[in-house]
């Protein structure tokens, strides 16, 4: 067998190598298709993942430093992120699970509970470093299961010569003068379209997104769940709060009906200037950077509460691969200060560990907007996080974006349409 160093050996590698390699990573050894033919031998690590462009490179880095420190190699197997869950779980009925995978938050606890995952050797030595949200995204009262590798969330995206005949003025610039809801309303009805098919703004509530109508929810002061997280609070009056504040959206005649929750990203309909505003993530800047017009950023409204979504991914560990401790080695890696920092300037995402000064990063996009972002993730609150990350809350979003999608475009009043959207997520909550 061949010999790897001690995992503290892997964990103090100097930044340098990363570093380097991302200026070199287009040659990175290792396969980002599963069909290549490529060779692995016993010892090569296989990780299932979705990446963008700067991404990919960000992980051919890690992989790349990770084998210069004496690591094994890493074979990354990339598929589009619609696809992710399923290649996953073909390969874990199939016998023929990755040794690690990248995973949505809110993904993360349906794999704990069916005992998938590989739980951390020494969680201990490492919590005191990480954000206590994302923390608890991983772990639970039998361990943690998986590293919080990065973060993203929401703010609201501004084309600056599309509004500019608005009268909005400056926009808001920090948190506590987030637009309230009535003022995001005003502003949006001030946006005069320039072309027919030109709306004032679109929500980013698609492409199994639908929870972040939650941040609606939790503006309000509502919940979706109780706080015992096994049942819905389908009394609290934020959620039907919610519901009317973001249907009007639609009856105004604000968003395209096309930006329902099972409809078109939001972020291309930014991209094509359909809409003047968009709700869009930091890890999209480098696509809409791309797209040929000056655009801003502010926080999202607020109403009882400011309230951003719980964005970003873990990476675990597949408690069945033949090569466990040696993708634990790598989890914890990918995790340390200095690689976390070099990848999320590379990709444009935001730090989870508490030793990781986004301010220091050199970010590749936007450099100007990222501490923004960096305000508007102090938003993420707690009472939010723990009901995205119940175990069965990959039903619950998938009911989420059907339900919403049948709230926003039909006719029936505002309590009706809640209570289908109650009921389609009561029915897969598990007794």
């Known amino acids: 067998m061949p010999t790897h160093p001690t995992r503290r050996t892997l964990l103090t590698a100097g930044a340098g190598t990363l570093t380097g390699t991302l200026a070199l990573s287009a040659c990175g050894g290792f396969s980002t298709d599963p069909d290549s033919g490529t060779t692995r031998d016993d010892d090569t690590l296989t990780m299932i993942t979705w990446a963008g462009d700067a991404e990919l ?149 698609q492409n199994a997104g639908a929870f972040r109508w939650l941040n609606f929810v939790d503006q309000a002061g509502g919940r979706l769940l109780t706080p015992g997280l096994d049942d819905v609070a389908e009394d609290d009056p934020g959620l039907l709060e919610a519901l009317t504040f973001t249907r009007d959206f639609f009856r105004r005649g604000l968003v395209p009906q096309a930006s329902s929750s099972r409809g078109q990203p939001a972020s291309d309909l930014f991209v094509n200037q359909t809409v003047a505003m968009v709700f869009a993530g930091d890890f999209l800047l480098q696509e809409i950077d791309g797209a040929g017009f ?65 301010a220091d990063l050199d970010y590749a996009v936007r ?28 039903a619950v979003n998938g009911q989420l974006a059907d339900r919403l999608d049948a709230a926003f475009l039909s006719g029936d009043d505002d309590p009706a349409a809640l209570a289908q959207i109650v009921a389609g997520v009561r029915s897969v909550l598990t007794p």
């Open 294 to 358: 000056e655009y801003q950023a502010t926080f999202l409204p607020r109403d009882v509460n400011a309230s951003a979504d719980l964005g970003g991914n873990a990476l675990v560990a597949v408690e069945a691969g033949s090569r466990k401790e040696a993708a634990l080695d790598f989890l914890e890696f990918c995790a340390g200060a200095e690689q976390m920092g070099a990848f999320c300037a590379a990709a444009t995402v935001l730090p989870t560990r508490t030793d990781v000064d986004p």
């Open 57 to 205: 490179t960000a992980f051919r880095a890690l992989a790349d430093a990770f084998a210069a420190q004496g690591g094994p190699r890493v074979e990354l197997q990339v598929v589009p992120y619609s696809e992710v869950l399923t290649a996953v779980d073909t390969a874990l009925r199939t016998d023929s699970p990755p040794d690690l995978f990248r995973v949505s938050y809110t993904d993360v606890a349906a794999y704990r509970a069916q005992g998938v995952l590989a739980n951390l050797p020494d969680p201990g030595s490492l919590e005191s470093s990480f954000l206590p949200a994302f923390w608890g995204a991983v772990t639970d009262d039998e361990g943690t299961f998986g590293v919080p590798h990065h973060t993203d969330t929401s703010m609201v995206l501004v084309n600056t010569g599309a509004v500019a005949s608005a009268g909005l003025g400056a926009l808001p610039a920090t948190l506590d003068a987030a637009w309230t809801w009535e003022q995001f309303l005003d502003a949006a009805g001030r946006v005069r379209p320039s072309r027919a098919d030109t709306y004032p703004f679109a929500v980013n509530w």
């Open 367 to 394: 450099p100007d907007l990222m501490p923004l972002f960096v305000e508007q993730a102090r938003a993420i609150r707690t009472e939010l996080v723990e009901q995205v990350v119940v175990p069965d809350f990959s």
